[in-house]
């Protein structure tokens, strides 16, 4: 079971991931989580910094889109701001990321799930065959039921680190 809880990567923030390593290893579509990813909690701005590498993403060659459980009508406002397509899906569910990769057009194998929460997705990405990537969240401003899990995330970060299977990128 840990290792469904394992993320391939585990990186600062989306802007220490490296796209030209993403393409190197066959990767052709991205999933982007939206809170406390690509955004901080609840709000709709999106840091100029981010903006950019989103920019470069969709320029070299990748195929994007959101994949997130929250409201549809905040869905909508970032994917059009963003100009990237998205899915409602709840995570870590298998339709959810089905419905990911059927926007994308992209097989499970050359496809990555970046996000910041252990058990929705980097467990979603994981039993649905994509490479996973973990990023520390943006704000420790969150859900009720998230500032919860994270304690749990944290023990099963230790575990991870202990057992030498966190990758960490920094």
């Known amino acids: 079971m840990l290792s469904r809880l394992c993320p391939n990567l585990y990186v600062d923030s989306l802007h220490h991931i490296d796209l030209s390593h993403l393409r190197d290893i066959g990767v052709r579509g991205i999933v982007f989580d939206i809170d406390n ?23 070299h060659g990748f195929r994007v889109c959101l994949l997130s459980n929250n409201r549809r009508a905040r869905i909508d406002d970032i994917s059009r701001m963003l100009d990237i397509p998205s899915a409602k899906g709840f995570k870590p569910f298998g339709s959810a990321f089905r419905s990911a990769l059927c926007l994308l057009g992209t097989s499970p194998q050359e496809t990555t799930i970046i996000g910041d929460q252990i058990f929705t997705d980097i467990l979603g990405g994981n039993r649905a065959g994509l490479y996973t990537i973990l990023v520390q969240p943006m704000s420790t401003n969150e859900f009720i039921t998230t500032k919860f899990l994270r304690r749990l995330e944290k023990i099963v970060l230790r575990k991870l680190a202990c057992r030498g299977l966190l990758k960490r990128k920094d």
């Open 37 to 59: 990813t690509v955004t901080m909690w609840g709000s709709n701005e999106i840091a100029p910094t981010t903006l950019k590498w989103l920019e470069g993403a969709k320029t």
